[in-house]
């Protein structure tokens, strides 16, 4: 069976690693130059929206998915006689902040509170109602933070000049920042894997710890149930994460992913099936893998630079995965997993890690 996958970063990559066991194959789909799962399996390089060649492409393949929620819903990739999961209806929701975060408002999911911002004006109108300190986020395209302005004060508002459709919502004032790697199979079937920790630096994810320290079983539950509210409704299939602010008992949702997630690597060496391979056993209609873990995980990513690999490998219980691109700041190149019997044993090997990544 071949697996069509728009978008060759890491994660296509990883989904590629994941799938060969399985006997699976796969073609990918990306603009880019170079994309990294080009190492790994062919790649078609064009533009999502171009039609060129695509019903074609699409008679060689069994299924397609996307690891990459900024591929345009429209694009013909998406609109032949191939299943395409997660469904189209997930991609446009999440795709957009308005719509996602009024879906997770009509499902009874909390969120932060928030508005749509067209215009400087609007935003000046808007201010009052969600209150100071506030985010200013662009409906479409961001992602690591990017399209987002913390507004702390009304002159810092004044400086903000809008040229695109916006969100602004309330600045939470949150516990900590946990994500939930959900995953629904064809036949309706659902997997949970538990609260993941996430720490980011400079809006870019920067350490997970799987389970999250200290969740209560109630807060699990809420996650789980939040997540399978959503996955009912757009009859999803596949990897979903949601991105939660935690705030006491209470999980506000931040967003979404309809793909496997950078918090939910830890799955690799963590749990009895990674992600990677739940999303596959889910879309090509397998039964879905444990989501049981194999012991305490913590994942850091490696961003703009590779530590000195030597060193790394050097340390017992380290798992080192590398994405085969060149370092740049700010970009993600690699991420280390660490497993461990005990939160001692994890943090000291935690900290031996965190040494060697700049
Ligand atoms: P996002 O791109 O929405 O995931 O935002 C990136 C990061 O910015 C989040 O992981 C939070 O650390 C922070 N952030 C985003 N929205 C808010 C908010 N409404 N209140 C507080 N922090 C936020």
Redesign the pocket.
């Known amino acids: 069976m071949t697996i069509g996958v728009l978008g060759g970063g890491q994660l296509g990559r990883m989904i590629a690693l994941a799938g060969y066991p399985l006997g699976l194959r796969f073609l990918f789909v990306d603009p880019s130059e170079d994309p990294c799962a080009g190492r790994v399996a062919p790649v078609v390089k064009q533009h999502y929206m171009d039609a060129q060649g695509v019903q074609e492409r699409l008679r060689q393949l069994q299924v397609v998915t996307y690891e990459f929620e900024n591929v345009d819903a429209d694009s013909p990739w998406l609109a032949g006689d191939v299943d395409v999961y997660p469904p189209v209806e997930a991609l446009r929701v999440t795709q957009d902040?308005l719509l996602e975060k009024r879906c997770f408002r009509e499902l009874g999911i909390e969120t932060?509170t928030f508005t749509p911002v067209d215009s400087d004006s609007e935003l000046q109108g808007s201010l009052s109602r969600i209150g100071l300190p506030?985010?200013l986020?662009t409906r479409r395209f961001?992602?690591?933070?990017?399209g987002?302005s913390?507004i702390r004060t009304v002159d810092d508002a004044a400086e903000i000049e809008i040229h695109a459709a916006c969100i602004l919502?309330?600045?939470?004032?949150?516990d900590r920042?946990l994500s939930i790697i959900a995953v629904r199979g064809k036949n309706g079937e659902t997997a949970f894997y538990p609260l993941v920790e996430?720490e980011?630096r400079n809006?870019i994810l920067y350490k997970s710890i799987s389970p999250s320290p200290n969740v209560s079983k109630s807060v699990q539950s809420l996650a789980e149930d939040y997540a399978r509210r959503v996955m009912e409704k757009l009859d999803y299939v596949g990897v979903l994460a949601i991105?939660f602010?935690q705030y006491g008992e209470r999980l506000l949702a931040?967003?979404m992913a309809p793909r496997v997630h950078n918090s939910g690597h830890f799955s690799i060496e963590g749990s009895d099936t990674s992600q990677f391979e739940n999303h596959l056993r889910a879309i090509t209609g397998l039964p879905l893998g444990s989501t049981g873990e194999r012991g305490l995980s913590c994942m850091i990513n490696l961003v703009g630079s590779i530590p000195d690999i030597d060193k790394v490998l050097a340390i017992p219980g380290a798992h080192l995965h590398l994405y085969d691109k060149e370092p740049r700041p700010g970009r993600k190149v690699g991420h280390i997993t660490v497993v461990s019997d005990s939160r001692e044993t994890l943090e000291l090997t935690v900290s031996q890690v965190e040494a060697l990544v700049g």
């Open positions: 902040r932060p506030c985010v986020k961001g992602y690591d933070g990017k987002q913390v919502e309330s600045f939470v004032q949150f920042e996430n980011h809006g991105e602010f931040n967003e």
